[in-house]
Nanobody
Framework: QVQLVESGGGLVQAGGSLRLSCAAS????????MGWFRQALGKEREFVAA????????????VYADSVKGRFTISRDSAKNTVYLQMNGLKPEDTAVYYC????????????????WGQGTQVTVSS
């Protein structure tokens, strides 16, 4: 099992920034993908960003949803087993519960491809 704990959500004005954190613990894999998804009220959960790497390797790959490309940055700190989502230029339409997810394998944009999920953290962007 993998446990994921998100933090860093909150209320921010449009144009502001937030950094979300996702701390992972538990089972380890040779290849990891960790993703951020979000779910706005009344809408389906959607892909935001993901990062993939192999244990012991520096190389990582990143992928972003078009709606956040250029504004959000996903990164990792291997020593802390933590993945971050830096969100800049926030817009009211970014308001949602943000979820961290993990899977054994390379990144994927599909919700159903991830086996482990955090509890979610609320991000609210006021206009």
């Amino acid at each position: 099992q993998v446990q994921l704990v998100e933090s860093g959500g909150g209320l921010v004005q449009a144009g502001g920034s937030l950094r979300l954190s996702c701390a992972a613990s538990g089972r380890t894999f040779s290849n990891y993908a960790m993703g951020w998804f979000r779910q706005a009220l009344g809408k389906e959960r959607e892909f935001v960003a993901a990062i993939s790497w192999s244990v012991g390797k520096i190389y990582a790959e990143f992928v972003y949803a078009d709606s956040v490309k250029g504004r959000f940055t996903i990164s990792r700190d291997s020593a802390k087993n933590t993945v971050y989502l830096q969100m800049n230029g926030l817009k009211p339409e970014d308001t949602a519960v943000y979820y961290c997810a993990a899977r054994n394998g390379w990144y994927d944009r599909e919700v159903k491809s991830y086996d482990y999920w955090g509890q979610g953290t609320q991000v609210t962007v006021s206009s």
